[in-house]
C-alpha cells in the first residue's frame, strides 16, 4: 500500500489500483524512471559537475573542439581566452558564452541535447570508480545541505540542495514488490548516477546514462558509446528518442528493426514509466500501463500530451518540493 502523503489523491488511487492489478498480472514487467526532478528533486548532473569542477576532475583540453562536436566557434574562441570553471558551468548551463552567442549548433535535439552531452565528454581523463567516488561524496553532501540552499557560479545561481522524493522510493518499492524490473534511465552520465540509486534500492546494473568508450589505460575517452545505427561518434545519448534506443536494445534486447521507433511487440515496453521533461517524452509515450509526469508547470510538449490524457493512462502530478 502506498502511503498517500503528498499524493494528489486521483493520482494514489490510480497508482494503488495500478499496482494491485499488475501484481497479479504475469509475464515480464518493466518500470522506467527518469531520475533528475523525477526521483530526486534537483538535478545530480548539475551538482556533479560543479563538484568535479572544483575537485579539478576536468581537465582542460589541447583541443576544445575535441571535449563536443556540436561546439560553436564562439564557444571554442571564449573556452580558449580562459577556461575557468565559472565560465565553463556557464557555457554548460545557459548554453551561450557569457555575450550570449549560441554555444553548441548542429545536433539532432530528437536523439541528444549537446549540453548533457559536454558534461559527459569532460569526464574524460578520470576512471569511471573515480567519477562514482565523487559522485557519491557530491550526492551526500547535497542530501545533508538544507532545502533551499542555493550556490553562486559565474552568472548563475543554481540549487545547492538535493532530495530523494519519498513518495517516489516508495512507488518504486511498490512496483518491486508488485513484480516489476525497475530502470533508471537518464541524460546524466551513468557513473554520476549509479551510487546514487541504491538509496532507493535499485542496482547500478539497471542504469542507463550516458557513457564513454574506456581507453586501453582504464581512463574514459572523449568519445561516447553510441545506439542503434549511431556508432561511438558522440551523435547521440539517452535523451528523448535516444531514451527509447537504449530501452529497446538494452533493456529489451532489440536486434532487428529500428529501435528509434517505438517497440512493435507492446510486451516489449515499459508498463510504467515516469518523467518530467520532454527529454522523457518518447519513452513514455511508448508505456503500455501507466505514465507519471511531474509537472513544474514549463510550457513543454510532453506536458500538452499529459493533460490531453487522450488514451486515459496520464498522471499528472505537482512536484513533491516545491
Avoid at 502511503?3 to 495500478?18: C, Q, R, S, V, Y
Avoid at 514487467?29 to 576536468?58: C, E, P, Q
Avoid at 548542429?106 to 569532460?122: N, Q, R, V
Wanted: proline share 7%; glycine share 10%; with cysteine.
Amino acid at each position: 500500500m502506498l502511503n498517500p502523503d503528498g499524493w494528489d489523491p486521483k493520482n494514489h488511487a490510480a497508482l494503488t489500483a495500478f499496482l494491485d492489478a499488475e501484481a497479479k498480472r504475469p509475464g515480464r514487467k518493466v518500470a522506467v524512471f527518469d531520475w533528475d526532478n523525477t526521483v530526486i528533486k534537483n538535478d545530480i548532473g548539475d551538482a556533479a559537475f560543479i563538484g568535479l569542477l572544483d575537485r579539478g576532475m576536468v581537465a582542460t583540453p589541447d583541443d576544445w573542439r575535441r571535449t563536443n562536436p556540436y561546439l560553436t566557434d564562439a564557444a571554442v574562441q571564449a573556452l580558449k581566452k580562459g577556461a575557468t570553471p565559472e565560465l565553463i558551468f556557464t557555457i554548460y548551463n545557459s548554453m551561450k558564452t557569457p555575450d550570449g552567442s549560441l554555444a553548441f549548433a548542429g545536433h539532432d535535439p530528437k536523439i541528444t541535447e549537446a549540453a548533457y552531452a559536454w558534461l559527459g565528454h569532460l569526464l574524460a581523463g578520470n576512471t569511471p570508480d573515480a567519477i562514482r567516488r565523487a559522485s557519491r561524496e557530491i550526492f551526500e553532501r547535497q542530501l545533508a545541505n538544507p532545502i533551499g540552499a542555493t550556490r553562486r557560479i559565474g552568472n548563475d545561481t543554481i540549487a545547492d540542495y538535493i532530495r530523494i522524493y519519498p513518495q517516489i522510493a516508495d512507488l518504486i518499492g511498490g512496483l518491486e514488490r508488485s513484480g516489476f524490473e525497475v530502470w533508471v534511465v537518464s541524460a546524466t552520465p551513468k557513473y554520476i548516477i549509479d551510487p546514487c540509486v541504491a538509496m532507493v534500492g535499485i542496482p547500478q546494473e539497471r542504469v542507463i546514462g550516458i557513457e564513454n568508450v574506456v581507453g586501453p589505460d582504464g581512463k574514459l575517452t572523449y568519445d561516447l558509446i553510441g545506439c542503434g545505427p549511431y556508432g561511438n561518434d558522440s551523435r547521440i545519448i539517452s535523451f528523448r528518442d535516444g531514451k527509447r534506443c537504449w530501452i529497446n536494445e538494452t533493456i529489451f534486447g532489440m536486434t532487428s528493426g529500428d529501435p528509434l521507433l517505438p517497440n512493435p511487440d507492446p510486451e516489449k515496453r515499459p508498463r510504467f514509466g515516469a518523467g518530467d521533461s520532454d527529454g522523457d517524452i518518447s519513452f513514455l509515450e511508448d508505456t503500455t500501463g501507466l505514465r507519471l509526469f511531474i509537472d513544474k508547470g514549463r510550457p513543454l510538449d510532453v506536458q500538452k500530451e499529459a493533460r490531453a490524457n487522450k488514451d486515459g493512462r496520464w498522471l499528472i502530478q505537482e512536484p513533491f518540493i516545491g
